[in-house]
């Protein structure tokens, strides 16, 4: 029989993945089995970590004598047979041209991520659902090979295209025997052995793939079932046993009895757990209470970076095997404002009263380097973490006591009357984050919101209403890092509830 | 530059006759040249065809012996002013860049280049870089073949044709006197096949063979009036049927035929195999070129030859020509050439197919199930209909299912690029003097016009960032900022920008990005990239501040202000911004903002690193981090980065939401996470780890006294 069409492949990578060696392998490849074989490509601005792709036509036997098949040099919507990517939001991108069809392609694709500035850049969670385009993908292919090619190629010391490349010849991409790509892998020299152990980690990995679950699930609670608080919904029992642990962390077991005991008065103002407002009200405000508790100081900071898991963990994320040396080096520059609320009340309301006076405060403020793998430093830093222990009667404690209080105070009365405003209220918290600058405007946020949406709403009983604003000045507090976004919004709610207060005047 | 090898690639341009070579489009250009006995090449690098001179430059064993003269141009108009040596001597010569950037500089020397015509063989290869993946504007090089009479080749896509294209201009070049273009698209030049190569042919004229008198005084070769009247009417008189005549009598142009003759398709070649696969779609052609409806595919879509076209139309109920870009240049003239014939056939091109955008497979069968119902009607095109439909359903489910739009993933900076320090600070620099005014320029610093930085209201051209800011600091109470890298510098910026600024005594700030090297383009050497030896001593660390050709340049042309900054001192990079904002200094102020492109580090320093390594050696690496455990996920540090390498992670507290940063073990520990958490107060979670292999016996003892006094194993 003729064959009436080559066979397409189209490779998705990244600037720097070498999914130009790809395509150079299969083509080579093709070669050596004496196949008519064309690859092209759009690398333009490769190596800079921009999307790229790579695609390859080749025929599944020599041309008859005297013709020469013409191959198009643009994949086309539809019309791939197999298509192999390397990170999971670029299949989305492909799917979304129309490139995997349910006729003809077998997508592999890899499941990692390698999240864009876009994503990575918003002050709160900018990530892309994976599981969309994991479910576009199961739905919209002939054959959907989800796999993580990242973590493969990490495990045999190669880069990702080895993988991709494994992967493909393992879904039955090629006319010729597996022996012809490894051929072309070793006859590209360089790192042929590591790319080896790629290719045939991926092929392998290929046939043990089970497509008909999600590759890709929402993350697992994996806390012990607490006890007390009975009758509560499993995934707020979760985050109640966590915050506690994390207050005991912070403080000691008393301060996580206080958190115990602030989580009762929520739950006594609660009405039935039942409704999944209720329920998803006491799970934020269980969460974020914890947080909030345990909030970011000098000690807190100073404490965390000389535990010994700490290094344990800088060794684990650099791979560093037992025989290398580590040596720790810390970035610091505590405000002002952050040596003055870790010391006792009445010094550092002084500190803050003599800086807003302009005096000078120096050395305080300027900007560190110091080793907690030294000797000095790591004593310097143990020395900071002990002001934990009259932390109770610093500056920042009292603050944050009577913040608290406040939102707790609110919370209960959110409660009884509006479950779906005390699940936005629940989520304030969330805006108060960072250090220096970052946490300044994090407070001066959440105190416009409380002035200008939860105040009124609690003074005019009007709560339900206030639900819906009070969730989207949040989420717009977290919008931009210039507050514009919120200044709108919050200019809007004002316009929006202005012929009401009149009414009720 | 030194560090890449094109080792391969040079053995593929000394294959001799009968061999088969398989490589890239671009490549094989680049062995037509020395199969055709070209004397002299030159060119200014450019995606796509950047790599016809890097191979070239690398190759000077092969040029020596060949006597090829190789020139790295530092701009386009430099590069065409070369082709000059053609115009009076029997030499063969061909330059390259990108268009239509290239072209445009170029352009001054083109009209004069054509207007004496030529006596040895000239040839000018661009890349014709419009559609998907395209960085410059969407013109066509069309407009400059026909405004300056000079033949443009259009090849189609395959190894074979481009080879014999190539080899076919200079001929075609000299049997007319005039230059001859050939454009080729990026995916043509990237195109990876294969032909048969023959014997390279080594020039009469060359290095080696030296011409021993000056051309003869010729005024009428100048491009000066009043000669100029006559070069005029030669170019239509004479230069234009000559090259006519050659084109028909080689048969450059080939026509396909097939069975329903009411209907042809006039083609730019290089668009030929798509066509081929939209009529495959249809059902009217096979894999191997066999069409059903004939085809005239134009390998020079200028000059046209009039008699071919009105061969192919006649007697057809239409012709359609299908080419891509606007205007619709040879439309118009096949329309002016069946009017003259005085011939009924009708002609179609953009009614049908659309005035602008790449001709994809699904651009060319929709055009075709527009046109070919109406002269065709008993054809069964069903096939096509349901192609346009399926692609329709599959984006639509797709969409659906999405949802919202996916993020974009632009290009960005390198792991470690010195440019983007520079950024962080501008950034930071506007928190106390407020938003300015920022002139974009040409190079891999316009990566900053995209997130996290956002930064330029204007990209003129290459090297154009200092001249554009001319008319904004006449009226702007802030003095605009102009970015340049020192490729655009040394391309245009100099001349164009700085002494312009200094003869009007510009209150402007200028920013050298002085990298050394043009990076966006594969880092190919300016006149101020540092010598081998100071690349070679520095090993990993940036080599930049060795070489001193920018600032003396600037100098002893009468720049006042002139500082230069360490890139990574992030901090000093602000206090230098504000201060040329705030100084009372009136004139030109410059910033050399230093540190040397990190691919070429890091191509320096992998060898030396995996030596040491190999030999049990001592080697210290650096890199940054981020304690998830105090990062509390706002992601401030990502904003004033971008780096590919400080990305985010979900936090290992499943009490925390939001995803904390982290630093992937790609880090190369250039010291901007460090820089900004200092300069930007930023947070306590960063932090460099310097991790010691082989270390020696006073690592081992200063480790173990400190582990001993301390708790941290």
New interface residues.
């Given amino acids: 029989m003729?064959?009436?069409?080559?066979r397409t492949i189209l490779i998705a990578a990244?600037?720097?993945e070498g999914g130009g060696v790809l395509?150079?392998w299969i083509?080579?490849a093709a070669?050596k089995a004496d196949l008519p074989?064309?690859?092209?490509?759009?690398?333009?601005?490769a190596?800079?970590?921009?999307?790229?792709s790579y695609y390859v036509e080749m025929?599944d036997a020599p041309?008859?004598q005297g013709?020469?098949?013409?191959?198009?040099?643009?994949p086309?919507?539809?019309?791939v047979d197999f298509l192999v990517s390397s990170e999971l939001?670029?299949t989305?991108?492909l799917?979304?041209?129309?490139f995997?069809?349910p006729d003809r392609t077998v997508l592999i694709s890899s499941t990692s991520r390698?999240?864009?500035?876009?994503?990575?850049?918003?002050?709160?969670?900018?990530?892309?659902d994976s599981s969309?385009?994991d479910?576009?993908a199961r739905?919209?292919a002939r054959h959907y090979v989800p796999i993580d090619l990242e973590r493969l190629a990490l495990e045999t010391g190669t880069i990702i295209s080895a993988a991709m490349f494994g992967a493909l010849a393992g879904a039955g991409a090629f006319p010729f025997a597996r022996a012809h790509c490894e051929n072309a892998i070793r006859a590209g020299g360089r790192g042929a052995e590591a790319s080896l152990k790629g290719f045939a980690a991926a092929f392998a990995a290929v046939a043990s793939v089970d497509a008909t679950k999600p590759a890709v699930e929402p993350?697992a609670?994996?806390?012990k079932p607490p006890g007390g608080f009975a009758g509560l919904p499993r995934d707020v029992r979760?985050?109640i046993v966590?915050?506690q642990t994390?207050c005991n962390d912070f403080q000691d077991e008393a301060y996580g009895e206080l958190y115990l005991d602030r989580v009762r008065v929520l739950i006594a103002a609660a009405p039935p757990a039942e409704d999944p407002h209720v329920a998803h009200a006491l799970e934020e405000g269980a969460?974020r209470l914890?947080?909030w508790m345990a909030y970011?100081d000098i000690p807190?900071?100073a404490d965390?970076?000389?535990r010994?898991t700490?290094?344990?963990r800088?060794r684990r994320?650099?791979?560093?095997r037992d025989?290398?040396?580590?040596?720790?080096?810390?970035?610091?520059?505590?405000?002002i404002e952050e040596i003055a609320a870790m010391l006792p009340l009445r010094i550092g309301d002084a500190i803050m009263r003599r800086a807003a006076s302009g005096k000078t405060t120096w050395p305080l403020g300027t900007?560190i380097?110091i080793s907690?793998?030294?000797?000095f430093g790591?004593?310097t830093m143990r020395a900071l973490a002990q002001f934990a222990r009259v932390r109770r009667s610093s500056l920042r404690f009292a603050q944050e006591t009577q913040a608290i209080d406040l939102w707790l105070a609110a919370m209960r009365k959110a409660l009884a009357s509006s479950p779906a405003f005390a699940g936005a209220l629940a989520e304030m918290p969330?805006l108060l984050?960072?250090?220096?600058?970052?946490h300044l405007r994090?407070r001066t946020n959440y105190a416009a919101i409380f002035s200008a949406i939860v105040a009124p709403a609690l003074d005019a009983g009007r709560l339900d209403e206030a639900a819906g604003p009070l969730r989207n000045a949040v989420a717009a507090a977290l919008a931009d890092?210039d507050g514009k976004v919120l200044a709108k919004t919050l200019a809007s709610a004002d316009r929006a509830s202005e012929p009401r207060r009149l009414a009720a005047e | 530059m030194a560090e890449v090898s094109f080792g391969k690639e040079i053995d593929l341009l000394k294959l001799g006759k009968g061999e088969t070579f398989h490589g890239e489009g671009i490549l094989a250009v680049t062995k037509a040249l020395l199969q055709s006995g070209v004397t002299y090449v030159g060119g200014y690098q450019g995606a796509p065809v950047s790599h016809l001179l890097d191979v070239m430059v690398e190759a000077k064993e092969l040029m020596g012996d060949l006597g090829v003269n190789v020139q790295s141009c530092t701009n386009e108009a430099s590069a065409a002013a070369m082709l000059g040596a053609s115009i009076m001597y029997p030499v063969r010569g061909a330059v390259t860049w990108k268009s239509i950037v290239g072209t445009n500089v170029a352009a001054d020397a083109l009209s004069n280049l054509s207007s004496p015509g030529v006596m040895g063989g000239a040839l000018i290869v661009v890349g014709e870089d419009y559609g998907e993946g395209a960085s410059v504007i969407q013109e066509r090089t069309h407009a400059f073949a026909m405004k300056s009479t000079m033949w443009l080749m259009d090849p189609r896509p395959n190894l074979t044709t481009i080879v014999r294209m190539v080899e076919k201009s200079f001929e075609l070049s000299e049997a007319s006197n005039a230059p001859v273009i050939m454009e080729l698209r990026i995916r043509a030049c990237h195109a990876r096949g294969a032909f048969e190569a023959s014997d390279n042919v080594a020039p009469k004229i060359s290095a080696r063979e030296l011409q021993k008198m000056p051309a003869e005084f010729l005024y009428d070769r100048l491009a000066h009036p009043p000669v100029t009247y006559r070069h005029e009417k030669l170019k239509f008189d004479v230069r234009m049927p000559a090259a006519r005549k050659f084109i028909a009598d080689h048969k450059l142009n080939e026509v396909f035929g097939g069975k329903h003759d009411d209907v042809g398709l006039i083609i730019q070649g290089g668009l030929y195999n798509g066509l081929i696969r939209a009529l495959q779609e249809l059902g009217l052609a096979d894999i191997y070129g066999r069409t059903e409806i004939p085809i005239l595919a134009l390998n020079v879509v200028y000059p046209l030859v009039p008699d071919e076209i009105v061969k192919f139309a006649a007697g057809r109920k239409a012709v359609v020509v299908i080419e891509e870009g606007q205007p619709e240049y040879i439309e118009h003239e096949i329309g002016a050439i069946l009017r003259r014939a005085d011939l009924n056939t009708v002609l179609h091109g953009k009614d049908i197919f659309p005035q602008a955008g790449e001709y994809t497979l699904e651009v060319l069968v929709a055009g075709l199930l527009k046109l070919l119902p109406r002269y065709l009607p008993a054809l069964d095109l069903g096939r096509g209909s349901a192609f346009v439909d399926e692609i329709a359903g599959l984006r639509a489910k797709a969409q659906s299912a999405l949802v919202g739009p996916l993020p974009p993933r632009p290009p960005g900076f390198c792991v470690g690029c010195p440019e983007r320090p520079v950024f962080a600070a501008l950034k930071l620099a506007e928190r106390q003097v407020g938003k300015v005014h920022v002139s974009a320029d040409i190079g891999c610093h316009a990566f900053a016009t995209f997130e996290p930085f956002s930064f330029g209201n204007s990209i003129l051209g290459y090297g154009m960032s200092l001249a554009s800011s001319a008319g904004v600091q006449g009226f702007s109470e802030k003095r605009p900022i102009a970015i340049m890298g020192d490729g655009g510098f040394w391309h245009n910026g100099l001349l164009s920008g700085v002494t312009s600024s200094l003869l009007n005594h510009g209150d402007q700030i200028l920013v050298i990005m002085k990298n050394g090297y043009t990076s966006a383009t594969g880092t190919q050497d300016v006149l101020s990239t540092p010598g081998p030896q100071a690349q070679a001593s520095a090993s990993g660390a940036s080599s930049v501040n060795t070489d001193l050709t920018i600032e003396n340049t600037l100098k002893g042309m009468g720049v006042k202000w002139l500082r230069t900054v360490d890139n990574y001192r992030v901090g000093d990079m602000r206090k230098t911004i504000v201060e040329a904002m705030r100084t009372p200094f009136n004139g030109l102020k410059v910033i050399i903002a230093e540190g040397e492109c990190q691919l070429e580090r890091q191509r320096r320093l992998r060898p030396v690193r995996a030596r040491l390594l190999g030999q049990g050696k001592r080697v210290v690496r650096e890199r940054f981090g981020v304690d998830e455990d105090t990062c509390t996920g706002d992601h401030s540090c990502i904003r004033l980065s971008g780096c590919p390498t400080l990305t985010v992670k979900p936090s290992s507290d499943p009490l925390k939401t939001d995803p904390v940063a982290h630093v992937t073990n790609g880090c190369v520990g250039c010291g901007l996470c460090g820089a900004n958490a200092h300069a930007a107060t930023l947070c306590p979670s960063f932090y460099r780890a310097e991790i010691v292999t082989n270390p020696s016996w006073f690592d081992r003892a200063k480790s173990g006294f400190r582990r001993a006094l301390t708790r941290t194993a």
């Avoid at chain 1, 074989?37 to 601005?45: C, M, R």
């Avoid at chain 1, 086309?76 to 019309?79: E, I, K, Q, S, V």
């Avoid at chain 1, 994320?317 to 560093?320: C, I, L, S, T």
């Avoid at chain 1, 984050?433 to 970052?438: P, V, W």
């Fill in positions: 003729v064959q009436t069409h080559p990244l600037g720097g395509a150079e083509v080579n070669i074989v064309q690859a092209t490509s759009v690398p333009g601005v190596q800079r970590t921009g999307a790229t025929m041309a008859p013709l020469e098949p013409v191959f198009a040099l643009v086309a919507p539809g019309r939001l670029e989305g991108r799917l979304e041209r129309g995997a069809s390698v999240y864009t500035t876009a994503e990575k850049m918003q002050m709160g969670d900018g990530r892309f969309k385009i479910a576009l739905s919209i993350a609670a994996t806390a979760d985050v966590r915050g994390h969460r914890a947080l970011e807190r900071v965390l970076k000389t010994k700490r290094f344990e800088i994320e650099a791979e560093m025989d290398q040396l580590l040596h720790v080096v810390e970035y610091l520059k505590p405000g900007g380097n907690t793998t030294g000797v790591f004593w969330r984050k960072g250090y220096g600058d970052t994090g890092p």
